[in-house]
């Protein structure tokens, strides 16, 4: 049903002028049989471990990880690889970093032959980078997979190389009927600290158009929240993992509040976001920029946008097209020509 669902708007987005679909796609005309040529395709060599990875602070790597090594993708011939997946032992200090590339880049050819260009990793806390050699590589060359959007290490996720992991969406929410609009927005419970964003939702809950939680919620109690809510807020950067997916699902169109520029967002170079969410800058007044950027029909555009998106934020076992770990998976395919860092010759 999804890959009916995107196939659908896909051909859509192909036939119809602007004015009539948006499209959630950077290159609707490309993507599909790039999608497809991916699955024919992407070979994986995948490293040995030095510990059994050890992903229990997130889901969504979990998922990927073990998806990632009983998939199709991987070959056990590294000369056949258009990428070698470097799995990091868990919680990595610099020092196991290191140590662990020294060994991959002395007993096989590959990481030399690119400077680990063609390598990536996955990582949930950011790394400390230094002067060591292995690790200035690994952070100017190799692709990392962050499963923590933003990473809590400023200035670690480089756009056009590194790529973030959607949230996992919370299981076994039931797909309801959107019968009625009760709130312009919605804002699950966060917990927050914050001042800024306290003083935010404090108005927000003054307002009657804004449902705001004051305590955590049952998981359908949010979902249809969601359902009956025009837009869903959320704080990017406050720590929190965004269950933007879910809000996509229901249709209710994402708001990303932030007092920083975005540039870490899932599937950034394949989506189109400001096609399907809002964004705000922290301390704006956020019903003024909801109303100034979706009126009328900018509102069901985005929202129908979101829907057929929303199926790429999905986290099935096994994977299905166009699901999560496929456009991750996409992602790492479209960087298989990335610049290719020549070994210097040593004298």
């Known amino acids: 049903m999804a890959t009916q669902l995107i196939l659908l708007f896909l051909h859509l987005s ?14 609707p005309s490309t993507f599909h049989p790039n999608h497809h040529q991916m699955l024919q395709t992407l070979q994986i060599y995948a490293y040995n471990p030095p510990q059994n990875p050890n992903f229990s602070t997130s889901a969504a790597a979990a998922a ?83 499963c923590s959007s933003p990473l809590p290490v400023d200035g670690r996720f480089v756009p056009h190389k590194d790529l973030a992991l959607p949230a996992f969406a919370s299981p076994n929410l039931p797909l309801l009927n959107r019968t ?60 929190r993992d965004l269950m933007v997916g879910d809000a996509l699902r229901f249709g209710c169109v994402p708001v ?25 800058r922290l301390g704006e007044d956020v019903k003024r920029a909801i109303e100034e950027t979706c009126v009328g029909a900018g509102h069901l555009r985005m929202r129908e946008a979101g829907v057929a998106a929303s199926v790429h934020f999905r986290w099935n076992e096994p994977p299905e097209h166009f699901d999560a770990f496929n456009m991750v998976m996409y992602q790492l395919w479209l960087r298989r020509h990335t610049i290719r860092y020549a070994r210097r010759n040593s004298n």
Not at 14 to 27: D, H, K
Not at 127 to 141: A, C, G, M, T
Request: aromatic share 12%.
């Open 14 to 27: 192909l036939l119809l002028p602007i004015s009539a679909i948006t499209t959630p796609y950077l290159s």
């Open 64 to 146: 990927f990880h073990a998806a990632l090594i009983r998939s199709p993708f991987i070959t056990a011939d590294p000369n056949l690889a258009h990428l070698f997946y470097l799995p990091l032992p868990p919680s990595p200090s610099t020092r196991s970093v290191s140590r662990h590339i020294r060994t991959v880049r002395s007993d096989l050819p590959f990481w030399n032959r690119t400077l680990g260009a063609d390598h990536f990793i996955l990582t949930c806390d950011g790394l400390d980078f230094e002067s060591d050699r292995n690790l200035v590589e690994l952070k100017k060359n190799s692709v990392h997979v962050t």
């Open 180 to 239: 009625v609009e009760r709130f312009l927005a919605y804002h699950g419970y966060g917990g927050f600290n914050d001042p800024q964003i306290l003083t935010v939702l404090n108005k927000l809950r003054r307002d009657a158009d804004f449902l705001i939680e004051s305590e955590p919620s049952h998981p359908g109690d949010r979902a249809r929240r969601m359902s009956e809510s025009r837009f869903c807020l959320f704080f990017y950067g406050a720590g």
């Open 256 to 280: 990303l509040i932030s007092s920083r520029p975005i540039i870490d967002l899932p599937f950034y170079d394949v989506i189109r976001w400001s096609e399907i969410a809002v964004f705000v």
